[in-house]
């Protein structure tokens, strides 16, 4: 990790700066085979599966006999684990329902909301170096929950033409209704268009390269919604004296083996702590079976050391980190002052790995600064909400005037006239 001691706040932007993939000619090639599977259909995504995951597929379909034989194959130790943590998050997510209630907002004028889940949703779960079952979790039951009629699962197939076991065992045991072999972009344009027996749906959720990222990009100009942008992943740790040097570079590593793109940045008041932490790397990655990943991803990493801990929070909060841990004597205090950032992890014993994996928030969050005005996916991901109205003959006459007035005002005489007919009508009465 490089080392900074006491940077200028005219220094932050260029020593925070994320490390940026080569994009120039990526949107136009994606653009070519979005636009073909859009011409297309299933024959494109075939061609695409066979030229980039190098499967040639009798059914994209996953069958239930595939899914009785992933959970026959999936260790029971892991299926418990895996049921553990469905709990949590379903409960994390269950109460974020809320009630809407009406509003008069002025007499005879009554105003509500209703949320509606959205019909038909698409979620893409990665499954190259890391198949990762848990974001199957993570995007399937915020969606069930939220009553989402249709949910569509796309993973791609390995050289064999199946899927991880955990995959499928996770995705039968939280209610996705359809499985298909396919990943990459053919995966995110067979969703967005619809391709064979993979139906056209409303909304397309979860992480994939920068390929997928640029897909997702692509269709949410005028064809489909998305859950967020999103770019490679990414943790900063706030950290005193009073912080556990081993914790914390083993936290910086579990998000540095997420890729070499990955970026992890620690800020401190605590120059023996840095000291400290980099023996913890050096000895930590020796341990490692994705060594090789997370040495590169340091690469683009960095230890600041800051004067006081204002000047930490106004670095973070520039920074808006997709994760963010605090490992300070006061972890409270200084979290009540964080603005930017997806999901915050307090105190030394909660590695970010918890909310990875188990302890019921939702993994799926804003990277590259879009925390500062993202979310990260959570069960208002999955629902619209429809506003009504109704308007008694009392609440027209006492309000209509005023409509009347501001409708004059912006030379929209057919707004005006909607409500003068109609209290032309009640003065008659």
Not at 89 to 97: G, L, M, P, S, V
Not at 386 to 411: C, D, H, R, Y
């Amino acid at each position: 990790m490089k080392r900074y001691i006491n940077p200028s706040p005219a220094e932050w932007p260029q020593i925070l700066a994320r490390p940026l993939f080569n994009a120039s000619d990526l949107a136009g090639r994606v653009q070519l085979i979005l636009d073909e599977i859009k011409a297309e259909g299933e024959a494109a995504v075939r061609r695409y599966t066979e030229k980039f995951d190098g499967v040639v597929l009798s059914n994209i379909a996953v069958t239930n006999e595939e899914i009785e034989e992933a959970v026959a194959l999936t260790d029971s130790e892991l299926k418990a684990a895996i049921e553990t943590a469905a709990g949590n998050i379903h409960r994390f997510h269950a109460q974020q329902k809320v009630e809407l209630k009406k509003v008069e907002t002025s007499p005879g004028v009554v105003c509500w909301q209703k949320a509606v889940a959205i019909e038909k949703v698409g979620l893409y779960i990665p499954g190259g170096s890391a198949p990762l079952f848990s974001t199957v979790l993570m995007l399937a039951l915020p969606a069930k929950i939220a009553g989402c009629k249709e949910i569509v699962l796309c993973t791609p197939p390995g050289k064999d033409g199946k899927i991880n076991p955990a995959i499928l065992f996770a995705a039968q045991l939280v209610g996705v209704t359809k499985i298909f072999k396919l990943g990459g972009v053919q995966a995110i344009g067979a969703m967005a268009y619809g391709a064979g027996e993979v139906p056209k749906v409303n909304k397309i959720f979860g992480p994939g390269n920068q390929y997928v990222m640029a897909a997702k990009q692509l269709i949410s100009i005028s064809d489909v919604a998305i859950d967020m942008p999103a770019g490679p992943s990414e943790v900063a740790v706030m950290a005193d004296e009073t912080a556990n040097a081993a914790f914390i570079a083993s936290d910086l590593l579990s998000q540095a083996e997420h890729g070499p793109d990955s970026q992890v940045i620690l800020v401190t008041n605590s120059e023996k702590l840095i000291d400290e932490v980099d023996l913890e790397l050096e000895k930590q990655l020796k341990e490692l079976s994705r060594a090789d990943i997370a040495v590169k991803a340091l690469d683009n990493s960095v230890a600041i050391l800051l004067n006081s801990e204002e000047e930490m929070i106004e670095m973070i909060n520039e920074y808006a980190p997709e994760h963010l841990i605090i490992s300070m004597q006061k972890y409270l205090e200084v979290a009540e002052l964080i603005t930017n950032a997806g999901s915050v992890f307090l105190g030394n014993y909660t590695p970010e790995s918890a909310g990875d994996y188990a302890s019921g928030t939702n993994h799926t969050l804003p990277t590259n600064g879009w925390a500062r005005s993202f979310s990260g996916v959570n069960l208002d991901s999955f629902t619209k909400k429809i506003t009504f109205q109704e308007i008694s003959e009392q609440g027209i006459q006492k309000l209509g005037p005023v409509i009347e007035t501001m409708a004059a005002a912006e030379q929209l005489d057919a707004h005006k006239n909607a409500v003068t007919l109609r209290l032309k009508v009640l003065s008659n009465k």
